[in-house]
């Protein structure tokens, strides 16, 4: 059973290449440049923007993952997602395969992250979580009307060793490591969860290959602790035997960066995410899996240490 991941190099698409071999020895790897990470894989090489690329990768595929994580930009992500999308869509339905699509929860705005579970409202109120709220409807549209088989698996601000595109990791590790102190945005005493990455990716396996969980939206397996952003950099810093001092980056500040740093003027409209309480509750999973998620200190422990492994 031919399993797909599109977008297979990053964090994500790593983890799941790993988590999808309890499943299946049959996995195709995609992307500009995809690296084998099991054994068996099978790599192809696709320009992801390219609509008659998406449907030869997704060729006598039974399930197709989507990992993909386009250029942190708002023009890009209104450029290229909806077309993306639509062209994942429709190559899934002719060739008969089901979609999972792994999202983040840009799409739920406001005081509506406070406490983000499945049934939470569409409801952004940035650019970018525009485009996931246009991305999620064509796939909950295609659903309905066109009778896609498709699973839309959330996740929250995730981490792992694999640190690019990881706020966690970029405000915390890399500053500890380099002895400088960690960085937080806005508020460092509300919470903030963040997903495994590891945790995700069996999710997304466990998800794809269960057929009564698809036509359904998933918050993906995520440690219930109501952590703040202080108490994350405790975590690392216990871990790397480093200092806790922290320096806070306040909504303005990001918003002055933003005038020198192109990621901070991405950042700006994302500090609702950040100036109260966000807290991503998977209990859905959980119970109906009785999985249980990696606590946040153990997650932290194993990614320091995989870290380390890697020097």
Not at 55 to 63: D, L, P, R, T
Not at 123 to 144: C, F, N, Q, W, Y
Not at 250 to 257: E, M, R
Request: contains cysteine; proline residues 4%.
């Amino acid at each position: 059973m031919k399993q797909t991941i599109l977008g297979s190099g990053g964090a994500i698409g790593i983890e799941l290449a790993k988590a999808l071999t309890a499943y299946t020895t049959d996995i195709r790897l995609v992307s500009r440049n995809p690296k084998k990470i099991n054994p068996t894989d099978t790599v192809f090489s696709a320009d992801l923007l390219r609509r008659d690329q998406i449907f030869n990768a997704v060729e006598g595929s039974e399930i197709v993952y989507v990992t993909v994580g386009f250029d942190y930009n708002a023009k890009i992500w209104q450029q290229v997602w909806p077309p993306f999308m639509n062209n994942v869509i429709d190559a899934c339905l002719k060739h008969n395969a089901k979609l999972v699509f792994f999202d983040n929860v840009y799409a739920i705005g406001g005081n509506h992250v406070n406490h983000i579970t499945e049934t939470s409202p569409i409801s952004p109120v940035s650019k970018k979580g525009k485009v996931r709220a246009e991305v999620d409807t064509l796939i909950l549209k295609a659903i309905e009307k066109r009778n896609l088989k498709a699973i839309i698996a959330r996740s929250a601000d995730f981490f792992s060793d694999v640190k690019d595109k990881s706020m966690l990791m970029n405000l915390i590790y890399d500053n500890l490591v380099k002895g400088k102190k960690a960085q937080w945005l806005c508020n460092a005493k509300v919470i903030h969860s963040s997903t495994y990455a590891p945790d995700a990716a069996k999710g997304m396996a466990m998800l794809g290959n269960t057929n009564d969980a698809y036509n359904q939206i998933w918050n993906l397996p995520t440690d219930p602790q109501k952590i703040t952003g202080e108490q994350w950099i405790n975590l690392f810093a216990k871990e790397m035997k480093a200092s806790n001092k922290y320096s806070v980056l306040p909504g303005w500040g990001v918003k002055a960066l933003g005038l020198f740093v192109p990621i901070m003027k991405e950042l700006y409209e994302m500090n609702y995410q950040f100036d109260r309480d966000y807290f991503f509750d998977s209990s859905k999973f959980n119970a109906r899996f009785n999985f249980t998620p990696t606590s946040n200190e153990i997650a932290v422990k194993e990614t320091i240490k995989h870290l380390g492994d890697k020097t």
